[in-house]
């Protein structure tokens, strides 16, 4: 993973979303962090929390935690989001750990439908923003970040053809961006996933159009969007930092592609790495084709250090950890009065009206919807 790659969290790797569980092999880990610890087994002194290879945080913030908490805290990472929800799940019975980090809108019914998480509400809960709490009624998991999946684009591309960049999901099949955007595969990408279902909120499934320029719904759309020279990768490592000619990886790569399926916080992560910094971000965002991602935590169903789990849970939502997490992870804080760094608010802003859908949409349509996406886009 290059350094472009760390700044999307859950999101960055190939997730295993579209046709359901896969056979994993459930019981390795690929990464600790903190102080150590003889793992979840032990309970007492040791939380062990489980998350997507893109966790983050600041020592000094996770040593706040410890110190004040009295528990050591063990990091197992489990891939990027599919593959560590469906690791938890296959391994719910005898968990690897105590808490579960990584699991977004996406894929949050998967979870839930599998018993995964028992319920927890922590402390803090009442300065979640009340739009990110849809879904966590029962308190079987946490909001904890959010951020939008956008087209980005390469400005110095299109200055250079006197060309204005798109700005809506409408724009992206317009004649003047044929062969210019590169997504990630639905089936295998979390991103890839939510440009899908960004679409299916814009234009509705099938007869259900809510117009625009697709008028038979979020396939007539891809159709189109298919015969306009969209290219499907199968990651967003892939897509952004080798296809996209506007990231510092893609312009190493030679990338040809001056649109990509990526993130809002992605301009201001090429600002943030490149030395030196730039005074404005080489990348933008077109702002109508965002789909809004919120990503949680929950305590472990069987998990063997309950109390220690609750802390830390706890720990996610106070100002220290949420005001970390953005230059760590390149997500947005979900608690009330949680400071958002500069760079956020002059390169990568969030989207004024994203397109959302609720929870039980997504759990009705979302597997079902990736059949008839590779059915119409790959083949």
């Given at each position: 993973?290059?350094?472009?790659?760390?700044?999307?969290?859950?999101?960055?790797?190939?997730?295993?979303?579209g046709?359901g569980?896969?056979?994993?092999?459930?019981?390795?880990?690929?990464?600790?962090?903190?102080?150590?610890?003889?793992?979840?087994?032990?309970?007492g002194?040791?939380?062990?929390?489980?998350?997507?290879?893109?966790?983050?945080?600041?020592?000094?913030?996770?040593?706040?935690?410890?110190?004040?908490s009295?528990?050591?805290?063990?990091?197992l990472?489990?891939?990027?989001?599919?593959?560590?929800?469906?690791?938890?799940?296959?391994?719910?019975?005898?968990?690897q750990?105590?808490?579960?980090?990584?699991v977004?809108?996406?894929?949050?019914?998967?979870?839930?439908?599998?018993?995964?998480?028992?319920?927890?509400?922590?402390?803090?809960?009442?300065?979640?923003?009340?739009?990110?709490?849809?879904?966590?009624?029962?308190?079987?998991v946490?909001?904890?970040?959010?951020?939008?999946?956008?087209?980005?684009?390469?400005?110095?591309?299109?200055?250079?053809?006197e060309?204005?960049?798109?700005?809506?999901?409408?724009?992206?099949?317009?004649?003047?961006?044929?062969?210019?955007?590169?997504?990630e595969n639905?089936?295998?990408?979390?991103?890839?996933?939510?440009?899908?279902?960004?679409?299916?909120?814009?234009?509705?499934?099938?007869?259900?159009?809510?117009?625009?320029?697709?008028?038979?719904?979020?396939?007539?759309?891809?159709?189109?969007?298919k015969?306009?020279?969209?290219?499907?990768?199968?990651?967003?490592?892939?897509?952004?930092?080798?296809?996209?000619?506007?990231?510092?990886?893609g312009?190493?790569?030679?990338?040809?592609?001056?649109?990509?399926?990526?993130y809002?916080?992605?301009?201001?992560?090429?600002?943030?790495?490149?030395d030196?910094?730039?005074?404005?971000?080489?990348?933008?965002?077109?702002?109508?084709?965002?789909?809004?991602?919120?990503?949680?935590?929950?305590?472990?169903?069987?998990?063997?250090?309950?109390?220690?789990?609750?802390?830390?849970?706890d720990?996610?939502?106070?100002?220290?950890?949420?005001?970390d997490?953005?230059?760590?992870?390149?997500?947005?804080?979900?608690?009330?009065?949680?400071?958002?760094?500069?760079?956020?608010?002059?390169?990568?802003?969030?989207?004024?009206?994203?397109?959302?859908?609720?929870?039980?949409?997504?759990?009705?349509?979302?597997?079902?919807?990736?059949?008839?996406?590779?059915?119409l886009?790959?083949?």
């Amino acid at each position: 993973m290059s350094v472009q790659s760390v700044h999307h969290a859950t999101k960055v790797a190939a997730a295993v979303v579209g046709l359901g569980l896969v056979t994993l092999t459930a019981c390795g880990s690929s990464g600790t962090q903190g102080s150590g610890g003889t793992g979840a087994g032990t309970g007492g002194t040791t939380v062990t929390l489980v998350s997507h290879d893109s966790w983050a945080v600041s020592k000094n913030v996770l040593k706040d935690f410890e110190k004040q908490s009295g528990y050591r805290v063990r990091v197992l990472k489990s891939g990027d989001a599919g593959q560590a929800v469906n690791k938890a799940i296959l391994t719910k019975d005898n968990p690897q750990g105590d808490v579960f980090f990584g699991v977004d809108n996406t894929l949050l019914s998967r979870a839930l439908d599998n018993g995964l998480f028992q319920p927890y509400e922590a402390k803090g809960s009442g300065s979640v923003k009340p739009e990110y709490r849809a879904g966590t009624a029962q308190h079987r998991v946490t909001p904890i970040d959010t951020g939008d999946i956008c087209v980005n684009y390469d400005k110095a591309y299109f200055s250079k053809h006197e060309l204005a960049p798109p700005k809506t999901f409408d724009d992206l099949v317009k004649p003047q961006y044929k062969n210019l955007l590169v997504t990630e595969n639905a089936a295998t990408s979390s991103p890839g996933l939510g440009f899908l279902l960004g679409t299916a909120a814009r234009y509705g499934d099938g007869g259900t159009s809510q117009g625009g320029a697709s008028g038979g719904g979020w396939q007539a759309y891809w159709k189109k969007l298919k015969a306009n020279g969209v290219k499907v990768v199968d990651s967003w490592e892939q897509a952004y930092d080798e296809e996209f000619s506007g990231s510092s990886g893609g312009r190493k790569a030679h990338g040809d592609r001056p649109l990509v399926v990526s993130y809002a916080s992605s301009p201001p992560a090429e600002v943030v790495y490149a030395d030196p910094r730039p005074k404005t971000a080489p990348t933008g965002v077109a702002t109508g084709t965002c789909f809004r991602q919120v990503e949680y935590a929950g305590l472990l169903s069987n998990a063997r250090n309950p109390k220690g789990g609750k802390a830390f849970l706890d720990f996610l939502l106070t100002k220290e950890f949420q005001q970390d997490m953005p230059l760590n992870m390149f997500v947005y804080p979900v608690v009330e009065g949680a400071r958002v760094p500069a760079e956020f608010t002059a390169y990568g802003p969030q989207a004024k009206d994203p397109e959302t859908m609720a929870p039980g949409r997504i759990a009705a349509n979302r597997d079902q919807w990736v059949k008839s996406w590779t059915s119409l886009v790959l083949k």
